[in-house]
């Protein structure tokens, strides 16, 4: 299965790999930056994975999976994927990546902000021609 990451979701993986960067310096940003692409893979392949969590008490359809599963050691990371399934802006369905947020952070309100605002740009979209993917990871 495919995926896309909203521009929300794209401006927290920057901060969080500038933060990296500052803090653990550029060894740990490689690793860290590895361990964000292979959960964004993971879920990706398979959106109800072992590990992941439903969080439908946020919004219908809403799951979290915690990077440190994608690092595959306990503490590896501090960060949690919010995503959800559903119409890409390619017309295809796929996994939508909403957020990327520290573990400790209230996830509600950012994600149903992102939620809203993929459908926005969803409803924006011509239905009669697949649009090339924005969000696409280059």
Known sequence: MSHE????????IRNILVDTLKSFGPHHLDTYEAIIDRGIEMVG?????GGSIDRS???PDVRLF?????????GASAHCLYYTTGMMSNGVVGTIILRVLHE?????????????SHARLQAEMPQDEPA????KIK
């Open 5 to 12: 990451i909203t521009e929300a979701a794209r401006r927290d």
């Open 45 to 49: 392949d398979d959106p109800d994975r």
């Open 57 to 59: 008490i946020i919004a």
């Open 66 to 74: 915690h990077l440190e599963l994608a690092a595959g050691r306990r």
């Open 104 to 116: 400790g952070m209230e996830p509600r309100y950012k994600v149903v902000r992102s939620l809203n």
């Open 132 to 135: 090339e993917d924005p969000f």
